[in-house]
């Protein structure tokens, strides 16, 4: 059986934000508790979210702004090995955070290898905290599949994003990718009314020509 892991950001997700939502409507999904949301350090939250993998031998990860960031530092972690698919949602780029605040210095050096699991990374054309553009590159860079989101902001709060039910279709197909049973590994874009542009072998999504 597949477990699901969500991974929330700086300040961790509230009430109302998506990933709150996530936890209470799916089932046996847990949340990665950090013991500071408002002190950020790499080191510690890496720490906290490979000690919640080992836990359980398959994990589907669902992962926000730093949180999606922290899945991507997994790369050549042992930890991973524990990963079946991951969902980054609006990744942060973090060394753009830590050039306008000390606080992210941590996350400073982002990571640029493969990842060793099937991933969907989920792009917004507005993000105040990574261009479109480096969300490409990183998608490339991390063998993820680029799912456009048209222009959604942060794809939190703000941007009115409360409950998101395109978050569980996506992590559903993760799973279901991984042999989940009752979980259906659908085409990316198939469902989902966003642009795919896929990358790497794992993922081979048809493009839709309707876009947000």
Do not use: C
Not at 115 to 132: E, G, K, N, Q, T
């Amino acid at each position: 059986m597949v477990r699901t892991l969500v991974i929330p950001g700086y300040r961790g997700s509230g009430p109302g934000h998506w990933q709150d939502h996530f936890v209470r409507r799916e089932a046996g999904a847990l949340l990665v508790e950090q013991d500071d949301w408002d002190r950020p350090v790499l080191s510690d939250w890496l720490h906290r979210l490979e000690a919640a993998l080992m836990e359980h031998p398959r994990n589907v990860l669902v992962g926000h702004s730093l949180g999606a960031l922290l899945v991507a530092h997994l790369a050549d972690r042992p930890a991973a090995a524990h990963v079946v698919g991951a969902l980054m949602v609006a990744p942060a780029d973090g060394a753009r955070m830590a050039r306008a605040d000390p606080a992210f210095s941590s996350f400073a050096e982002m990571p640029t290898a493969r990842l060793p699991f099937p991933s969907i990374l989920v792009a917004s054309r507005d993000d105040p905290y990574m261009s479109f553009a480096a969300s490409r590159s990183f998608a490339a860079s991390w063998g993820a599949a680029l799912v456009d989101a048209g222009k959604a902001g942060h794809i939190n709060i703000d941007s009115g994003h409360g409950h998101w039910p395109e978050a569980h279709v996506l992590a559903a197909s993760l799973a279901g990718r991984a042999g989940d049973p009752g979980r259906e590994a659908i085409p990316i874009g198939r469902p989902f009314p966003y642009q795919t542009v896929p990358y790497g072998a794992q993922f081979p999504a048809r493009r839709q020509a309707q876009g947000v």
